[in-house]
C-alpha cells in the first residue's frame, strides 16, 4: 500500500515546501485540497498553484487534491490546468473528484450556481467525460446534462497514457455513485448518508473491494482503492492497522487531518518527519 499526506494548513510557501519534505521522508503522495471559503480560519490557497509549485520543488511523489470539486469549475479549464502540472512534474498528477462540499460559499454564496446533489452529481458527470476526451488529445465534441462541447482539442496529450489518472468519490453502497467511480482508475470511497465522515475499518473495505471487482470490467486495468483518515499514533499500532487495510483492497493511504490541534502546520509538518507506517 501506498502512503500520502494532505497539507492542510499553513502559508503558501510552507505547503510547497511540505511536499518536498514528504519526498524525503519516503511519502508517496502529497495532496492539497480545493475550496474557496468553507469557513475554515486557517489560510486557504489555489490547488492547482500549489501543485505547479510543488511539481518543480519534487521529482518522486505523487502530487493531487483531495478533492478537486468538479461540479464548480469549467472542466476545459480543468483539463488546461492538469495539463500543465502532468507535465510540469513529468506525469506524477492524480485528480481524485468528486460533488464538492455543498456549504462551499462558492456554491451556496453564489446566486445561479446548481446546488442540489443531484445537479452536481450530473455536473461531476459532465466533467469526468469532457476531462476524458481531453486528455485523448484528438478534437472532440460532447453533448451533456449541462455542457456541449463543439470542435475543441487539447494539445500537449498528457505524459501518463491514456489519461492523467482520476480518482472518483464513491458513496459506498450507491450504485450510481460507485458505477461512475468504477469507470475511472480509482475510488475515493466513504459510506452513505450521515456516516459519509467515518472513517473505514478493514471490514468495510473488504466490502468495497468486493463491489469493485464484481463491477468493474476485468481488462479495466490496474485500479485504486483510495482511503483517507488518521493512522494511529503508536508506529506498531499504525502499522497492523495499515496493513489490514491493505489486505482488505486498499491501495493507498491518505492522512488526512481536517480540524484540532493535529491539522495545524506545525503538527501537519512533524508528522510528515515521522515517515510513513511500512513494516
Not at 115 to 143: K, N, V
Not at 214 to 242: C, F, K, M, N, T
Amino acid at each position: 500500500m501506498k502512503f500520502g499526506i494532505v497539507g492542510t494548513f499553513g502559508t503558501v510557501d510552507q505547503l510547497v515546501g511540505l511536499a518536498a519534505e514528504a519526498e524525503d521522508a519516503g511519502w508517496d503522495g502529497y495532496f492539497t485540497w480545493d475550496g474557496v471559503d468553507i469557513g475554515v480560519d486557517g489560510d486557504v490557497w489555489d490547488p492547482w498553484a500549489v501543485l505547479a509549485a510543488a511539481a518543480v520543488r519534487t521529482e518522486r511523489i505523487t502530487l493531487g487534491a483531495l478533492v478537486f470539486a468538479l461540479p464548480r469549475r469549467r472542466p476545459w479549464v480543468v483539463a488546461r490546468q492538469a495539463l500543465t502540472v502532468d507535465h510540469l512534474s513529468g506525469g506524477r498528477l492524480v485528480i481524485p473528484a468528486g460533488l464538492g462540499v455543498p456549504v462551499d460559499r462558492a456554491f451556496a454564496g453564489v446566486e445561479g450556481e446548481l446546488t442540489s446533489t443531484r445537479e452536481r452529481a450530473e455536473l461531476l458527470d459532465d466533467h469526468l467525460a469532457i476531462l476524458d476526451l481531453a486528455f485523448g488529445g484528438e478534437t472532440f465534441s460532447y453533448q451533456g446534462t449541462h455542457h456541449r462541447v463543439t470542435d475543441m482539442r487539447f494539445r500537449p496529450r498528457p505524459v501518463q497514457r491514456p489519461r492523467v489518472p482520476i480518482w472518483v468519490v464513491g458513496a459506498y453502497p450507491s450504485e450510481r455513485s460507485m458505477g461512475r467511480a468504477v469507470r475511472y482508475d480509482g475510488l475515493v470511497p466513504q459510506l452513505r448518508g450521515d456516516r459519509a465522515m467515518d472513517q473505514l475499518g478493514p471490514a468495510e473495505v473488504a466490502e468495497i473491494a468486493a463491489w469493485v471487482r464484481e463491477h468493474r470490467a476485468p481488462d479495466a486495468g490496474p485500479y485504486e482503492i483510495v482511503l483517507q483518515g488518521v493512522l494511529p499514533a503508536d508506529p506498531a499500532e499504525a502499522r497492523d492497522h495499515a496493513a489490514a487495510l491493505a489486505e482488505a483492497g486498499a491501495t493507498w493511504f491518505v492522512e488526512s487531518r481536517w480540524e484540532g490541534p493535529g491539522s495545524t502546520y506545525a503538527a501537519v509538518a512533524e508528522r510528515v518527519r515521522q515517515g510513513v507506517p511500512r513494516g
